[in-house]
């Protein structure tokens, strides 16, 4: 028997928001196409899922910064036609700050964060589009919003996937089709780890647990929410950011310099 819910593929699915993903969309009854490297960590979550919640779970191992993989996860999404759900999750993060990185691991970051993450949410939109039916969740970063305090790279790999969902979610409007850019702040998963460092070392005020932050996640997706950020308890400072943003529309592109520049007249 197939999900009425219809299938969820999940990339990033083997630890972390990722995992807490599969699990959560699991229990509401989503199938699976769980996407990651490690196929033996993805194979054992599947089983599991499979058993605890009576779905049906699939591996479906990609390096996703390689182009070849990226490609065999983007005809998946363009052809079967079970899945309704894609959440676009995968990626990597900084180890030192800019000046210090190592470029090549940066260039790394940016064919995970950017490259794939774009044609994949592209690939899944176009196919949801023209069947008027589907709903992408893109995990950005609060970082997104404040570069200044952050590993510029990743920060702006980040910024590209929130304008690209703002975007997509103006473009997606009149299909039936639902897109969410989810903003984690800190949060503990294996994202630390990864590059030698220790979520215990920072503030603990400042770091979520990611089972609370995938509900709350999910619970703005439920809510209509095109940009999530579960820590932000007073959604008005939102708001007035994209007010005051919005206000700059009209100024933005103009026939002539402003005259603070001392060109005009
Ligand atoms: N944790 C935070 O504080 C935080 C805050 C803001 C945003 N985020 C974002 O949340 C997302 C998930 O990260 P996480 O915190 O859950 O970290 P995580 O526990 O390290 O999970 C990362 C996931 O991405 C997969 N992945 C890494 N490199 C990959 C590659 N080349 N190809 C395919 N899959 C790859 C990993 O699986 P394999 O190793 O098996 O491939 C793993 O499933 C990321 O986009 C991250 O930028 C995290």
Redesign the pocket.
Known sequence: MTSKLGTALV??????????YADRLARRGYDLIL????AA??GELADKLAKAYGIKADVLR?????RA?VLKVEDRLRTDEAITLFVN?????PVTSLLESDVDYLD?MV???VT??NRLAVAAAQTFARRRAGAIIN?????ALAPQIFNGT?AA??AFVLSLTESLAAELKDKNVRIQAV????????????VGRS?NDLDQGM?MD?TDLVDAALAGFDQGEIVTIPALADDGIWNAYLAARGALGPHLSLRKPAARYGLSG
């Open positions: 990339t990033g699915a083997s630890s972390g928001i990722g995992a807490t996407v990651a490297r490690d960590r993805l990609a390096d996703l910064s390689d993989d999750n995968a990626g990597i993060g790394t064919a995970l964060n794939a993450a995990t950005a970063s609060v970082v990743y790999t980040k903003l984690p702040g800190l949060t503990r998963t294996e994202i630390f780890d990864r979520f770091v990611v």
